[in-house]
């Protein structure tokens, strides 16, 4: 099993739209999650940071973390075409210097 | 806003060659880190940095690899002789407590 598996899709929707995008992860150690936005060719751009299970909201996004079930979603409210993109998850054992473990990214596109 | 720099956007060489990538992080921030994301697969950790020393490194990072941090600014990743397979985006990243900020990349291509 993957340690972080995410559907690469692709996924598309209408603008206006709720987008869901989730991962699931194996190793019960992770305890801090993230979700980045990637376009094409670019680094990834942090987006959401959680650490505890529940949800976090910020603007049109909402994280929610799940860690009985592991499981973390990321929600996009009243989506726009800008939001088009590929969406990765990201996770770690702990802060300091340990490492991200990605999952394969959501590739989104938001149609006017 | 700070970012996170990196040199050059693209970088063409030959199989064997020695490549240096190099990368400015944010100014305050104390860890250091070069992932890689091979065309159409996930971003992967190759090491982290901090107080001058790698802290980690995965099993990619073989002693072809190797990373400094020659002044208090750049942050570099050397390749010391090419394959084919080094081909990918590779990432500098910097964090100073909890959040990771990523550079646009450089690609690397080995022909």
């Known amino acids: 099993q993957k340690e972080v598996e995410q559907d690469p899709g692709p996924l598309s929707v209408p603008e206006g739209a709720i987008v869901s995008l989730n991962c699931t992860y194996s190793?019960?150690?992770?305890?801090?999650f993230m979700w980045y936005r990637q376009y094409s060719r670019k680094g990834p751009e942090l987006l959401m940071y959680?650490?505890?299970?529940g949800n976090k909201e910020d603007g049109r996004f909402t994280a929610q973390v799940d860690k009985s079930s592991k499981y973390i979603s990321l929600f996009i409210r009243d989506s726009q075409p800008s939001d088009s993109a590929t969406y990765l998850c990201a996770m770690t054992v702990s802060q300091g210097a340990q490492k991200l473990v990605f999952g394969q990214g959501t590739r989104l596109t938001i149609n006017p | 806003e700070p970012e996170v720099t990196q040199t050059p956007s693209h970088q063409v060489t030959q199989m064997g060659q020695e490549v240096i990538l190099r990368c400015v992080p944010i100014s305050n921030h104390l860890y250091f880190y070069w992932y890689r994301q091979i065309l159409g697969q996930k971003v992967e950790f190759l090491v982290s940095?901090?107080?001058?020393?790698?802290?980690?490194k995965s099993e990619i990072f073989d002693d072809q690899f190797s990373v400094e941090r020659p002044d208090g600014s750049n942050f570099t990743l050397k390749i010391r002789s090419t394959k084919l397979e080094d081909s990918a985006m590779y990432f500098c990243?910097?964090?100073?407590?909890?959040?990771?900020?990523f550079g646009p990349g450089t690609r690397l291509t080995v022909l």
């Open positions: 990243a910097s964090m100073s407590v909890a959040s990771k900020f």
């Open positions: 940095f901090y107080n001058n020393e790698i802290s980690e």
């Open positions: 959680t650490y505890s299970s």
């Open positions: 190793n019960s150690a992770f305890q801090y």
